[in-house]
């Protein structure tokens, strides 16, 4: 099988589920006029999957992706530390929502779903912000933190599926991989 993600989470994830696979990157741009941010992780997962298993009709190719809202706002990845430093800003102190897409294409059949976990952090003070911001570890991940790394002293408090925090939904994939005939764990 193939996973559809340049993402060293999802890689690692899947490779814990004890499922052979391979890393096929598919370049699908991540734009869409879609606004609801479980909608778009949908769509943009499927665009993902279906455009890696057009070059690998035979194979099952999985596909993710993250997007975090808070309010109406959508938070991609910073550009910068400085961009970084506003969204760790603007999610100090209340709650978002983190939502992964995750797709599955199997012998030219989709099956997909999105998870939601809301997160909440703590009110920051200028100096967090400032510090958490200058380790760069927010700047390759959607909302500008990493809940795995230093980004874990920031929460408050967590309500859902810790791992659709870090982009890989293991309850989801779990029975996804299962519908499409993938064995996890050896089952
Ligand atoms: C909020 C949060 C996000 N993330 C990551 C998960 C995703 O890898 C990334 C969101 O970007 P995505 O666009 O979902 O994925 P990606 O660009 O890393 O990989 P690909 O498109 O090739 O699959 O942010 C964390 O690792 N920890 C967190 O706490």
Redesign the pocket.
Known sequence: MI????????RKLLANLGVPFRVV??G?A?DSPEHDPARL?GE??MR?ARAVARAHPDAVVI??????AVGAELL??PGDEAENRAFVRRLSGRTHQ?Y?GVSVVSGGRTAGGVERTD?TFRALSDAEVTHYARTGE?L??????????V?MALVARLEGDYSN????PLTLVIRLLREAGIAVWGE
């Open positions: 996973l559809a993600s340049g993402s060293p989470r999802r990157v598919s699908e991540e992780a943009l997962a993902k596909a993710a992706d993250t997007v975090v991609g990845k983190v992964t997160v927010g390759d991940k959607a909302g500008g933190y990493g809940i795995q790394g980004g925090v870090v982009g890989f």
